[in-house]
């Protein structure tokens, strides 16, 4: 069980910049490829970005290819979501999801191909 914790969330202007953690609780933690999700009000939960187990892959979605960077550090146990020119559109609660199968064969955008979920991060951005 990867326990995942969420953090970096909060109130920007658009055209400003968040960077979001997420911490996991396991070693194992540096087999995983990690993925960042969000979901709006009234909306599904929709992919953002994913990194592979050794940060050599990374994948993202249209919407935020070119704004968007992920991240990992292994020995921290930690990935990241590098978010700038915010638009009111990326207002969202963020999630990071763990994957076991570490992304050596691709990167995931479906949340069905995530095991470990946290709880979420809010990002409002004002315009």
């Known amino acids: 069980q990867v326990h995942l914790v969420e953090s970096g969330g909060g109130l920007v202007q658009a055209g400003g910049s968040l960077r979001l953690s997420c911490a996991a609780s396991?070693?194992?933690?540096?087999?995983?490829?990690m993925g960042w999700f969000r979901q709006a009000p009234g909306k599904e939960r929709e992919f953002v970005s994913a990194?592979?187990?050794?940060?050599?892959?990374?994948y993202y979605a249209d919407s935020v290819k070119g704004r968007f960077t992920i991240s990992r550090d292994n020995a921290k146990n930690t990935v990241y979501l590098q978010m700038n020119r915010l638009k009111s559109e990326d207002t969202a609660v963020y999630y990071c999801?763990?994957?076991?199968?570490?992304?050596?064969?691709?990167?995931?955008?479906?949340?069905?191909?995530?095991?470990?979920w946290g709880q979420g991060t809010q990002v409002t951005v004002s315009s």
């Open positions: 990194i592979s187990w050794n940060g050599g892959r990374t």
């Open positions: 396991e070693r194992t933690f540096s087999t995983y490829a």
């Open positions: 999801a763990a994957n076991q199968q570490g992304g050596r064969y691709g990167l995931e955008d479906s949340t069905g191909a995530y095991d470990y």
